[in-house]
């Protein structure tokens, strides 16, 4: 099994931990609100869209690195260490963060 794969099986598990739903078949993802809030890039890397605030506290934890996807800087993303993939409830956590961020916004 190749690190995207492994990386896709932790993310998968932190989904169904936080009970949201996985989308996209080659690139996966969660949205809702009418905006994506995380995914899985083509290297393998997950990043979530978080608040100013849990930006702030993800930052003190493990460093807040940029997010990218496709050659784009993913804005309010936060790139998840491999540091936190041992620990898929609390990346759970973190995608209960960004689906709870992205509900406070203006539906799209």
């Not at 989308?23 to 995380?38: E, V």
């Not at 998840?80 to 689906?99: Q, S």
């Amino acid at each position: 099994m190749n690190t995207r794969e492994v990386t896709l099986k932790i993310y998968e598990a932190a989904i169904h931990i936080a009970g949201l739903e996985r989308k996209g078949k080659t690139m996966p993802y969660t949205s809702a609100n009418g905006y994506m809030f995380s995914q899985l890039n083509k290297a393998g890397e997950i990043g979530i869209r978080l608040s100013k605030a849990d930006t702030l506290e993800f930052d003190a934890k493990y460093g807040a690195k940029p997010f990218i996807s496709y050659g784009a800087t993913m804005r309010e993303y936060v790139l998840i260490p491999k540091a936190l993939l041992a620990d898929e409830e609390a990346l759970g956590n973190y995608l209960k963060k960004g689906f709870n961020y992205v509900n406070s916004l203006t539906p799209k």
